[in-house]
T-cell receptor, first 111, second 117 residues
Framework: AQRVTQPEKLLSVFKGAPVELKCNYS??????LFWYVQYSRQRLQLLLR??SRESIKGFTADLNKGETSFHLKKPFAQEEDSAMYYC?????????????FGTGTRLTIIP | ETGVTQTPRHLVMGMTNKKSLKCEQH?????MYWYKQSAKKPLELMFV???????ENNSVPSRFSPECPNSSHLFLHLHTLQPEDSALYLC????????????????FGEGSRLTVL
């Protein structure tokens, strides 16, 4: 069965410092991976997806199949990056978006 | 009202009560989902509906009964729940098509926080 692991429940980083949120997955197939974010008092929303190879709000994530990881990175943290971040894996095969989520990491940016 | 709307936002019920959670989406999506978010546990997929048809039941106990009368509305009927069912219940919707460019993007509601006494 598929599984997503986010080893850090809490992460504090100083403003301007690099950020790395870890995500590891276990899945026997070819995964599609995503990062979702929940800012304070807002609903859970998509941040970025592996398939698009995009950079959103300065964040990037690279899929490393050898290490089965999809870590989220940003070179210079900003205060507005403080939020809850969830890594997710999709079993979708051009079908329903059956996302499996990790437990999340709460990122706090220290001014 | 735009996006995904869930009501009620908070619900307290006894184990013998019957209540329902409601979700409505105004995005024209064809797929809707119920997720359960418990403390210290990952989001758990409960049910998936695609064009009003249930396509996924993730081994959810029968005391949770979903209903999807059309692509815009989704209900979760609750009956004889247990205290361990207390959680945040999130509804989401998506447009079921990779060609749409929205692959993997779920649009979530704010959730209904359920407390079972």
């Amino acid at each position: 069965a598929q599984r997503v692991t986010q080893p850090e429940k809490l992460l504090s980083v100083f403003k301007g410092a690099p950020v790395e949120l870890k995500c590891n997955y276990s899945y026997s197939g070819s995964p599609e991976l995503f990062w979702y974010v929940q800012y304070s008092r807002q609903r859970l929303q998509l941040l970025l997806r592996h398939i698009s190879r995009e950079s959103i709000k300065g964040f990037t994530a690279d899929l490393n199949k050898g290490e089965t990881s999809f870590h989220l990175k940003k070179p210079f943290a900003q205060e507005e990056d403080s939020a809850m971040y969830y890594c997710a894996l999709s079993l979708s095969n051009f079908g329903n978006e059956k996302l499996t989520f990790g437990t999340g990491t709460r990122l706090t940016i220290i001014p | 009202e735009t996006g995904v709307t869930q009501t009620p936002r908070h619900l307290v019920m006894g184990m013998t009560n019957k209540k329902s959670l409601k979700c409505e989406q105004h995005l024209g999506h064809n797929a809707m989902y119920w997720y359960k978010q418990s403390a210290k546990k990952p989001l758990e997929l409960m049910f998936v509906y695609n064009f009003k048809e249930q396509t996924e039941n993730n081994s959810v106990p029968s005391r949770f009964s979903p209903e999807c009368p059309n692509s815009s509305h989704l209900f979760l009927h609750l009956h004889t729940l247990q205290p361990e069912d207390s959680a945040l219940y999130l509804c989401a919707s998506s447009q079921e098509s990779q060609a749409s460019g929205n692959f993997g993007e779920l649009f979530f509601g704010e959730g209904s926080r359920l407390t079972v006494l």
